[in-house]
């Protein structure tokens, strides 16, 4: 949850607080786990798949202590551009709280991969849009990939991080998503 408040003197500026993050002085506390019962959809590409399981191992890895209530179930698509339409169906079933979309879309000398992935982008935030399902992304498109064992190594380490950001961003949305559902119905009464 962000704050907002106007800085002294009316000058209109606006300075925001990320009530997300928890502060016990000046060190960040470690953010208080999502007890509910919650289940997540977890879609990846198949291309690269050497790279993008270090992030689905890093995400059911990291949600078993921030998401310990939470089921995930994982679906595989050939590719990044088959993600929207799935990652939307799931989401429709109404058996998901979240869906969360892994791919690593790269340069392969034969397409512009920018397209893939704004593609692909654009989809999956229109499926959370029309489903009302939070749809997380870990699609990641670097400029200068080439399979070599260093570049391979440092995306694979990347996506180590990557699983458990989104495994994060998971559990903040839930948490905000739940305080808002009792001010939704009281909203709904009135």
């Not at 007890?35 to 890093?58: C, E, G, K, M």
């Not at 921030?66 to 799931?90: I, N, R």
């Not at 654009?122 to 200068?144: C, E, K, R, W, Y």
Request: no cysteine; glycine share 6%.
């Amino acid at each position: 949850m962000v704050r907002a408040r106007r800085f002294p003197g009316g000058s209109g500026r606006l300075m925001l607080w990320d009530l997300t993050q928890q502060r016990k002085g000046s060190k960040m506390t470690t953010p208080s786990p999502y007890t509910a019962p919650a289940r997540v959809a977890v879609v990846r590409a198949r291309w690269h798949a050497d790279i993008v399981d270090r992030a689905h191992d890093s995400f059911v890895t990291t949600a078993a202590t921030l998401l310990p209530q939470t089921d995930v179930d994982t679906y595989d698509v050939p590719g990044a551009f088959e993600m929207p339409l799935l990652a939307k169906k799931l989401a429709e079933t109404g058996r998901y709280d979240a869906v969360v979309a892994i791919a690593f879309v790269v340069d392969g000398g034969i397409y512009r991969h920018d397209f893939v992935a704004s593609a692909v982008i654009d989809g999956l935030m229109q499926a959370q849009m029309t489903t009302g399902i939070p749809v997380f992304s870990v699609s990641l498109t670097p400029h200068n990939y080439q399979p070599t064992e260093a570049l391979t190594a440092f995306f694979a380490d990347h996506f180590v991080k990557k699983g458990a950001e989104a495994v994060e961003a998971v559990r903040q949305v839930l948490t905000l998503t739940a305080q808002l559902a009792p001010a939704h119905a009281n909203l709904k009464r009135a």
